[in-house]
């Protein structure tokens, strides 16, 4: 066994530095060099922990350092010191590209299953014990920037407007929480055919929506799929499980260079996508449950959800917009076949 | 003539003098070629300790007359900064640390703060040395809660009312400064050199002067005091750090910092100039309305590289430390592209090359300092000891102020 080792020794009141040998004697560390001895039980030696290839010192009681490389002989003092094996554990991880990977695993599975079932779980939680006033501000703010943004006021006939509004009422009629949920019309060219349910329970539907649903049969279906929406906060729930997924992924990816705080874009989109497939396959079932029950045929709420597609499409061929990166056609038709199999 | 030959104790330039132009003892004098302030000294200084501890050799030798009389003066050196961590370890390291950070529910961020920069400092060497970080990562917990509640409390009063929300504000503005120095002083104490603490003397009134009230005059001369007080800043954040207890010295003047300001005044008005000429010549194209934006998105990184990078290195260069002069040679142009493939590499991996960014970054910045003068840094006295809490520094942390020159 090695018992002693070559080391730089500073003794804490002047940086000047001395060649000396440690030398384990027993229970005693003995230092010895030019002009220079002295002796220190081991036990009262603090040791730093191994890290990296870095140079480690011995502190004395004194204030004394010594600094070496000779890491075989620190863990060997280290072991006769009965310290715990935790540090030299942490180091034999950090050291070890297999390891390294394990952790690499082990780290990106706990995100995952974080990002995939905790943060929907808590959303939902908290999106139901949000008091109402919160949620009617949220709503309210959001439908001012869309009208100032994308949206214009609606060219609908008011008597079409009212039919409408008798629908909306109809179909939300068993809902419990209906109070409060209103219909609102705009008109808007880039977002074309298109109804969307918004936190505290304000549904909208574009005129190109009215016009391309023209049967009540079929907006019925639309209708009841947003009810759907609003009945399970899923417009509030999206805004916290991406406000929790954009702060974790800054919180993972962005702490080194502040420029890299782009890293949380990319897979937030991708969990994004994720995100509002499950809440449009739960708003169909919504749909197709409601439908049933009023005997209306499925396959016409699939039909339109096949023609709205084909609209985007064509659309899209014209000129391709922004932030449609993430091309949901797929998704589309998958849906129309989950509806089709639900008849 | 009576001569007196003047030696800079920085660089060690002489130059001989008539003794009778001298101006009096203690004037401060700039020295021709370093350009360090120090006070002139007529008469001889008192030996040096080398030379006082061994008195006996020295009369002894007295008589042989072939012995020099004079210890021979030693010539100037540099000493160079090296960086010797790599990627593939420090990924290690990163990576245990976030595991470990998400199993404890963050917990064990202050470890893990304390045993990357422990990675980063046990890696820096100065003249072979290593530095070292000995902050008790229990000391940074307890400053990490304590800045999470005036946190918490402040947010919680800002959702409240306003009023609140705004004493919240001016109180954080009126310990500010306080917070400053605190921080510098954990940072610097936990700082070791050769067994040898680094150390930072607490000067409130100066700190509140120069973080607090020459910076709220900032706003009201439209800017242009900006470079003073940021000159301000830089002395009192040099002038009070000290190695044990040899202090920094800082020689900058205030001109030098307005002067780093002079190239804006021409690329500002003129990327202004550019893109009002675009958008007046090529009015109503699409395109043509872009460019303002494209002129400012690629002026703006650029202009905050250039303003960061010339205070590193003028901070830098005109500190000295004993009888060292602290060079720093950052280009702006080494820097952009290192900040640009740093970027587009943790954003293609996702986050999985940060650490490479880190340690490359670092190990520029290091490979571009360097210390020159006289002997080494061995014959540094330490200071006595103290301990200081990590709240100030956290608090720091939390609010997004990076506070190293």
């Known amino acids: ?343 | 003539m009576p001569h007196f030959t003047l030696v800079c104790p920085v660089c060690n330039f002489s130059k001989e003098l008539d003794t009778n132009s001298l101006p009096p003892q203690g004037t401060k004098v700039t020295c021709p070629a370093c350009r360090s302030v120090f006070p002139l000294q007529t008469e001889e200084p008192p030996a040096d300790p080398a030379t006082a501890a061994a008195p006996p050799a020295a009369d002894g030798e007295a008589a042989a007359p072939a012995a020099p009389r004079k210890p021979i003066p030693e010539k100037p050196r540099t000493l160079t900064f090296s960086f010797t961590g790599n990627a593939r370890e420090y990924f290690g390291i990163w990576i245990v640390n976030t595991l470990l950070r998400i199993v404890t529910l963050g917990l064990y961020s202050p470890w893990a703060k304390v045993r990357k920069r422990r990675y980063f400092y046990g890696n820096s060497l100065l003249d072979g040395a290593p530095f070292d970080f000995l902050a008790d990562p229990w000391a940074i917990l307890r400053g990490w809660l304590i800045a999470g509640l005036f946190f918490g409390a402040y947010s919680f009063a800002s959702r409240a009312n306003v009023i609140a929300a705004l004493a919240f504000m001016l109180l954080f503005f009126a310990i500010f400064p306080w917070v400053v120095v605190r921080s510098r002083i954990f940072n610097l104490r936990n700082s070791t050199h050769r067994n040898i603490r680094f150390g930072f003397d607490p000067d409130y009134r100066e700190a509140y002067r120069v973080f607090l009230w020459w910076q709220l005059l900032v706003p009201f001369t439209g800017g242009v005091l900006m470079p003073y007080v940021i000159y301000r800043q830089k002395r009192f954040l040099v002038e009070n750090s000290r190695y044990g207890t040899t202090p920094f010295r800082f020689h900058a003047a205030a001109g030098e910092y307005f002067r780093i300001f002079l190239p804006l005044l021409v690329l500002i008005p003129l990327g202004i100039g550019t893109g009002v000429a675009v958008a007046l010549l090529f009015k109503g194209d699409k395109f043509a309305a872009a460019v303002p934006v494209l002129i400012f998105a690629l002026i703006y990184p650029i202009t905050a590289l250039y303003v960061q990078t010339a205070f590193t290195n003028l901070t830098w260069n005109s500190t000295s430390l004993g009888k060292h002069r602290f060079r720093c040679s950052l280009r702006v142009r080494d820097l952009a592209w290192i900040y640009l493939t740093n970027a587009a590499a943790v954003l293609l991996s996702l986050g999985l090359l940060a650490p490479w960014a880190a340690v490359r970054t670092l190990r520029y910045r290091l490979g571009h300092l360097t210390a020159s003068g006289v002997g080494g840094f061995d014959a540094i006295i330490a200071a006595s000891q103290q301990q200081i809490d990590a709240t100030a520094e956290e608090l720091g942390d939390l609010l997004g102020f990076d506070l190293g020159i």
């Open chain 1, 1 to 343: 066994m090695i018992d002693s080792c070559p080391a730089t020794w500073y003794d804490g009141r002047t940086s000047r530095g001395r060649e000396v040998t440690v030398r384990l004697t027993g229970e005693t560390l003995v230092v010895s060099g030019e002009q220079l001895s002295a002796s220190y039980p081991l036990a009262e030696v603090r040791i730093d922990p191994p890290l990296g290839r870095t140079l480690r010192a011995l502190h004395f009681p004194d204030g004394a350092s010594a600094e070496t490389g000779a890491a075989d002989f620190l863990d060997e003092l280290q072991r006769r010191q009965g310290k715990p094996p935790l540090w030299r554990q942490l180091h034999r991880w950090e050291m070890s590209p297999r390891r390294a990977l394990v952790a690499l695993a082990a780290t990106a599975l706990i995100i995952f299953c974080f990002v995939r079932f905790a943060v929907p779980i808590l959303a939902q939680k908290v999106a139901f014990a949000l008091p109402a006033a919160t949620e009617a501000l949220i709503g309210r703010q959001t439908l001012q920037i869309l009208d100032r943004s994308v949206m214009q006021p609606s060219k609908l006939s008011r008597q079409r407007k009212q039919e409408l509004t008798a629908l909306f009422r109809a179909v939300t009629a068993s809902h419990p929480e209906r109070q409060g949920w209103r219909l609102e019309f705009r008109d808007s060219k880039g977002l074309g055919a298109n109804a969307f349910a918004l936190p505290s329970g304000i549904v909208i539907v574009t005129d190109a929506m009215a016009e391309l649903a023209e049967k009540d049969e079929e907006m019925a279906g639309v209708l009841a799929h947003e009810a759907g929406h609003l009945a399970r906060r899923h417009a509030l729930r999206h805004v916290l499980q991406n406000s929790a997924t954009v702060l974790i992924v800054a919180c993972l990816t962005g702490d080194i260079v502040s420029a890299s705080s782009f890293a949380a874009t990319l897979p937030t989109a991708l969990i994004d996508a994720k995100y509002s497939r499950d809440f449009e396959r739960e708003a169909d079932a919504a749909a197709v449950g409601y439908l049933k029950q009023q005997r209306i045929p499925v396959r016409r709420y699939a039909e339109t959800l096949a023609r709205l597609d084909a609209e985007h499409h064509k659309e899209r061929d014209a000129a391709p917009r922004l932030g449609e990166m993430f091309d949901n056609h797929p998704m589309m038709l998958e849906r129309v076949k989950d509806v089709l199999a639900a008849e």
